[in-house]
């Protein structure tokens, strides 16, 4: 049988994705999941359902709610970071505030940035190289 072609119970299904039948059929009653092939115990799943269901767990993890997650996969193809909402007055947004020296703080809004948090490190491992060499330099210039 061709992986493109398999079918999987709800069980099985449910013990790929590591979540409980009773959030699968949520997901499906709520229109974040296609419904199966047939009903009942007769009911049957494909890669679709698993691949739907594993980008579903990806950005929970990441802590959108569903109704964010919705509008995510209603959009198309899914990014690797969630794109920004517009701000709006009274809007919340969790940033990052990097501590460079005294004086100097950055504050970075990784999705607004669109950084995953592997490159947000590696920048600003790289802004506090800068940092380093711009005082090496100004101490040798004295």
Same mark, same amino acid.
Not at 7 to 27: D, H, I, K, N, S
Not at 125 to 135: A, G, I, N, S, Y
């Given at each position: 049988?061709?992986?493109?072609?398999?079918?999987?119970?709800?069980?099985e299904?449910?013990?790929?994705?590591?979540?409980?039948?009773?959030?699968?059929?949520?997901y499906i009653?709520?229109?974040?999941?296609? &419904? %199966?092939?047939?009903? @009942?115990?007769? #009911?049957r799943?494909?890669?679709?359902?698993?691949?739907?269901?594993? *980008?579903?767990r990806?950005?929970?993890k990441?802590?959108?709610?569903?109704?964010?997650?919705?509008?995510l996969?209603s959009?198309?193809?899914?990014?690797?970071?969630?794109?920004? &909402? %517009?701000?709006?007055? @009274?809007?919340? #947004?969790?940033?990052?505030?990097?501590?460079?020296?005294?004086?100097? *703080?950055?504050?970075?809004?990784?999705?607004?940035?669109?950084?995953?948090?592997?490159?947000?490190r590696?920048?600003?491992?790289?802004?506090?190289?800068?940092?380093e060499?711009?005082?090496?330099?100004?101490?040798?210039a004295?």
């Amino acid at each position: 049988m061709k992986e493109e072609s398999a079918t999987f119970t709800l069980g099985e299904l449910c013990a790929l994705v590591e979540l409980p039948r009773r959030t699968v059929r949520y997901y499906i009653q709520i229109g974040l999941v296609d &419904r %199966p092939e047939g009903a @009942g115990r007769g #009911a049957r799943y494909n890669r679709r359902h698993l691949d739907q269901l594993l *980008e579903i767990r990806k950005w929970q993890k990441a802590g959108l709610s569903l109704e964010r997650i919705r509008e995510l996969l209603s959009a198309g193809k899914t990014p690797l970071v969630p794109p920004s &909402r %517009p701000r709006n007055p @009274g809007s919340v #947004a969790v940033c990052s505030h990097v501590f460079v020296a005294d004086g100097i *703080e950055l504050v970075i809004d990784p999705a607004r940035a669109g950084m995953a948090p592997e490159t947000l490190r590696a920048f600003t491992e790289e802004v506090m190289k800068l940092h380093e060499r711009m005082q090496t330099t100004k101490e040798e210039a004295s």
